[in-house]
């Protein structure tokens, strides 16, 4: 298709693209406001095992709002799913504005955490079913990156702002991506789902202008051979693991899951500000915070070109060496402070070197495994366990981030920052490996090509009687049609 008629699916994408942007930033709140509270910048008197709590409780959140987006994009549609998410945002807002409260603030975390997990669910999804095989990477990767602006607007404006400024300025966020996605269209693979075949060809036509009638024609019918197909297999929890055609993709992403989990960057970004203040590091708290927003933004930006032009596996690799090895420059500094206990006085000079292996940790993971968790799965699984299998990756990630998080406090009691990035740096580089070993290449494929890559002859085994089964709907509905 030529570029231009691509001009409905950038828009849209901008759209969905500003919930990112909203999550990104409420996510962030605690990377601006820790610092504040740790130093009595406010009303509120918290204790650091109390700020490890906050910190933790987004992800209760995020597993609730991921099971509730599966029920709600399969029953109502991706489109509602994302415009309900911009109800708990809201009201956490008001909330957060309102209290001096610790545990309303932990309640306050858990609602955003519910938001923050409906939108990185649904957003994806959505993306991935209204964008051209050709660039729905970048599209895609595209609300990864606008999740990367919003922690870049906290970072760069929640140092130089009070506790509770910082906190009304939130509040615009999910009132305009609300009256933005209002006018989104519902994807054309739901509303085939559905079974409404003439609104599913407006929306095409709408998202696509096709300039000719067959080559809509062809493509709706392609979309509705494939829903029909994955609609007619089980959808549940039980199809997802004990279907051997889905096992290389649940194992592809539960390792990459994994490897993004404990490589650090999601402790990297609710303490920033802590591991600066405990690794002695001279270095302006609000510089750093700017220098960290900003290198994460800006390669989200890049990683959306890379994806469709490097491909994802490439990515996936050299994301996962580089940043172990940067973050080995990280743990060879804290060896010197922590184990060595070279005196400060000599050592303070070099603390540059740790603050660069994060800053080079936080590009390199943003490039490539950052943003491609998020796309990599949404390609790999077919319609009818996409949901079940989305929801599960975030229930796994959101219990293993809320343990990360929780315990990083006693990581660091028990084994010093120097044997807490020991660990980031191995499981980062085994998850390089991990990805050499297993993970395919998905660029410019269609999401049929893609099932077949991974299914191999499961997919092949499965397609006749699906055929026959897809062949007998088609004519069922054509009969109701006329």
Known sequence: MPQGNRTVQYLVTFAVCLASVTTGTLLSWTTSAIPKLNDNETIIHISREQISWLAAMGSPGFISGSLASRYISDRFGRRATILSSAIPATVATILVIATSNVWLLYFLRFLWGIAVGMVVTVSTIYLAEISDKDIRGSLTISSRFMFNFGNF????????????????????????????????????????????????????????????????????????QDVKKETLRSSSMKELITGRQYRKAVIICTGIKISQMLSGSVVIQHYFGLILKDSKINLDLATASIIFGAVRFLSGIASSQLADRVGRRPLLIISYIGTGLSLALCGAYFFCLEILKIDLQTISP?????????????????????????????EMFPMNVKSVAMTYLNIFGGLSNFAIIKLYQQMINQFGLFGVFALFTVVSIAGGIFS???????????????????????????????????????????????
């Open 350 to 378: 070099y603390g540059v070197l740790a603050f660069v292996g994060i800053i080079l940790s936080v590009i390199l993971s943003t490039l490539g495994f950052n943003s491609l968790i998020y796309v990599i799965p949404a």
């Open 153 to 224: 607007l906290m970072l760069a404006i929640g140092p130089f702002v009070t506790y509770d400024v910082l906190n009304y300025l939130l509040l615009a966020l999910p009132i305009t991506f609300f009256i933005a996605c209002w006018f989104i269209p519902e994807t054309p693979y739901y509303i085939l789902k559905e079974g409404k075949v003439n609104e599913a060809r407006k929306v095409l036509m709408q998202l696509r202008n096709y300039s000719d009638e067959k080559e809509l024609e062809d493509e709706l019918e392609r979309m509705r």
């Open 436 to 482: 050499y070993l297993t993970v395919p290449e998905t660029k410019g494929k269609s999401l049929r090509e893609i099932l077949v890559l991974l299914q191999g002859t499961a997919y092949d085994e499965t397609a006749v009687n699906l055929n026959m089964k897809v062949a007998n709907e088609l004519k069922a509905d054509e009969a109701k049609e006329v």
